[in-house]
């Protein structure tokens, strides 16, 4: 399974990016050892995401919602509510 994802950074910018595991990449990016855009912005903060049936489909969702005006992208995460397991 694939992830679209955003997360927040320490400044207030977001990123967005894709992986197979949504933790392991979270930690990757607080370790500092993610995307060099996170790296001096740390810590961050995964303030939402999408699963994906395919890789290709997690790089188009990525590449979709890279392209929002940030306006849509904070109210992605405003509205993002993932069920509680």
């Given at each position: 399974m694939y992830f679209a994802y955003l997360v927040r950074c320490a400044d207030g910018t977001l990123y967005?990016?894709?992986?197979?595991?949504?933790?392991k990449r979270l930690a990757a990016h607080n370790s500092g050892k993610g995307a060099k855009y996170t790296r001096s912005r740390l810590p961050v903060e995964l303030v939402?995401?999408?699963?994906?049936?395919?890789?290709?489909?997690?790089?188009s969702r990525e590449w979709h919602v890279k392209r929002l005006p940030r306006a849509e992208k904070l109210k992605l995460a405003e509205n993002f509510h993932p069920e509680k397991e």
């Open positions: 967005g990016g894709y992986t197979t595991d949504l933790q939402w995401w999408e699963e994906c049936p395919t890789k290709e489909a997690a790089m």
